[in-house]
């Protein structure tokens, strides 16, 4: 498999390959929860992008680096695909939670990944590209949430972000092991995929914080 992969992408193409399945997926979940909200094709565009490149715009401010789709106006376009899937399937993809699920999730690993893997290429130490690469699976979700007027997903006790860290530990891991960066990468997106769905299936989840009810804020 990781001999296929060589011959058909180079690491960076391999990137790139992950990054726009990423906005894809994490485009749809957007549009699909604003498509539930009864917004109209221009707001639940806007949901969708900023859901797409937002954890992504995210870290390239953080690191320092130009904003990975200003020169690629590819994420617009694959923005506007998922537009047109989930006007398209509009019933079956709002509906169903499993389908939103499965997007979610994948665009979650996926920008994972990417966001472990360009701090290593930008020179940062491992504990920062697992930061990062959590800013970048998770943060896209905080603000389509905020968008839509819904809690955000990662102040639930739901594992999400935590997912997305333990997928940037797995990538480092076995980099660390000498493992290729694409089998790597594959590696850390099956962790936080697997990690969500064991969340899910034997309801995982992290303590809640606990405090008196009759407790306010002066």
Same mark, same amino acid.
């Given at each position: 498999?990781?001999?296929?992969?060589?011959?058909?992408?180079?690491?960076?193409?391999?990137?790139?390959?992950?990054?726009?399945?990423?906005?894809?997926?994490?485009?749809?979940?957007?549009?699909?929860?604003?498509?539930?909200?009864?917004?109209?094709?221009?707001? #639940?565009? !806007?949901? /969708?992008?900023? *859901?797409?490149?937002? =954890? %992504?715009?995210? +870290? @390239?401010?953080?690191?320092?680096?130009?904003?990975?789709?200003?020169?690629?106006?590819?994420?617009?376009?694959?923005?506007?695909?998922?537009?047109?899937?989930?006007?398209?399937?509009?019933?079956?993809?709002?509906?169903?939670?499993?389908?939103?699920?499965?997007?979610?999730?994948?665009?979650?690993?996926?920008?994972?990944?990417?966001?472990?893997?360009?701090?290593?290429?930008?020179?940062?130490?491992?504990?920062? #590209?697992? !930061?990062? /690469?959590?800013? *970048?699976?998770?943060? =896209? %979700?905080?603000? +389509? @949430?905020?968008?839509?007027?819904?809690?955000?997903?990662?102040?639930?006790?739901?594992?999400?972000?935590?997912?997305?860290?333990?997928?940037?530990?797995?990538?480092?891991?076995?980099?660390?092991?000498?493992?290729?960066?694409?089998?790597?990468?594959?590696?850390?997106?099956?962790?936080?995929?697997?990690?969500?769905?064991?969340?899910?299936?034997?309801?995982?989840?992290?303590?809640?914080?606990?405090?008196?009810?009759?407790?306010?804020?002066?």
């Amino acid at each position: 498999m990781l001999a296929y992969l060589s011959a058909l992408f180079s690491v960076d193409t391999f990137l790139t390959v992950l990054e726009y399945v990423g906005a894809l997926a994490c485009a749809i979940s957007g549009i699909r929860i604003s498509s539930a909200k009864q917004f109209d094709l221009f707001g #639940a565009y !806007v949901v /969708g992008l900023v *859901t797409a490149i937002g =954890g %992504g715009t995210l +870290r @390239d401010i953080m690191l320092g680096v130009p904003m990975f789709w200003v020169s690629q106006p590819g994420y617009l376009i694959n923005t506007f695909i998922a537009l047109l899937v989930v006007w398209t399937f509009g019933r079956r993809i709002i509906k169903d939670n499993i389908t939103w699920f499965i997007f979610d999730t994948i665009g979650l690993a996926m920008f994972s990944v990417i966001g472990v893997q360009k701090s290593l290429i930008c020179g940062h130490s491992w504990w920062v #590209a697992v !930061v990062m /690469g959590t800013i *970048t699976g998770a943060a =896209g %979700g905080v603000m +389509r @949430d905020v968008l839509v007027n819904t809690v955000p997903l990662i102040f639930r006790s739901e594992l999400y972000a935590t997912a997305s860290a333990c997928g940037g530990v797995a990538y480092i891991l076995f980099l660390r092991l000498g493992c290729d960066p694409r089998l790597c990468a594959i590696i850390g997106g099956l962790t936080v995929v697997a990690l969500r769905l064991a969340a899910i299936r034997f309801k995982i989840a992290l303590p809640k914080m606990t405090g008196r009810a009759h407790l306010r804020l002066k």
